[in-house]
């Protein structure tokens, strides 16, 4: 085996949806952050996590607002430059607003969170709590809101997305057809 560490930890679990995370600031201000750290950690109450650096524009906003959205993307180049544009310029010096088509949606109590229009899928998501875990921050957030454009199957579950927007190594694609068990 060879032996793995830094980096090559996060690889591990690669490939992984990735994520636009979306915050609103109480004067207005939206951002958003793309990330591949975000997970569900409880069904009741419905409770997710996500991982983002301490200095992120999104993360101060989120912060601020208590509020935030998951939003995950189609597999598609539109989607692939949303990802780039969210992920590879800072909130602090570009208007991340101003090049995203997004909505508005409940977070729950008055706070408004920004899904980008082309979502797939979104969580609105009030924090429950954020602590530091190494080089990021750990949000823990209750999902207040969510919906999905993805299908059922016969017994009503959401089935899977075989068109999911993930990244390995900076490559982006869509998510592999389940395996076929006997």
Same mark, same amino acid.
């Given at each position: ?59 101060? !906003? =989120? ?7 998951? /939003? #995950?993307?189609?597999?598609?180049? &539109? @989607?692939? *430059? %949303? +990802? ?52 990021? !921050? =750990? ?7 969510? /919906? #999905?454009?993805?299908?059922?199957? &016969? @017994?009503? *579950? %959401? +089935? ?23």
């Amino acid at each position: 085996l060879e032996p793995a560490c830094g980096r090559d930890i996060a690889a591990i679990h690669d490939p992984r949806p990735l994520v636009i995370v979306g915050a609103r600031g109480t004067g207005g201000e939206v951002g958003f952050a793309t990330i591949i750290w975000a997970t569900p950690v409880s069904h009741t109450p419905p409770l997710v996590a996500l991982a983002l650096r301490a200095r992120s524009h999104t993360m101060g !906003l =989120l912060r601020e607002s208590g509020a935030f959205s998951l /939003a #995950t993307l189609p597999a598609d180049a &539109d @989607a692939a *430059r %949303l +990802a780039e544009l969210c992920g590879n310029r800072t909130g602090h010096a570009f208007d991340k607003a101003a090049a995203v088509d997004y909505v508005l949606v409940e977070a729950g109590g008055a706070a408004l969170v920004p899904v980008p229009a082309m979502a797939l899928s979104w969580e609105a998501c009030a924090v429950r709590s954020v602590q530091e875990a190494g080089d990021h !921050l =750990l949000v823990i957030g209750e999902v207040t809101h969510a /919906a #999905t454009h993805g299908s059922r199957d &016969d @017994a009503g *579950r %959401l +089935a899977p997305v075989e068109t999911l927007l993930c990244i390995h190594h900076g490559a982006y694609a869509p998510v592999g057809a389940p395996l076929e068990l006997p």
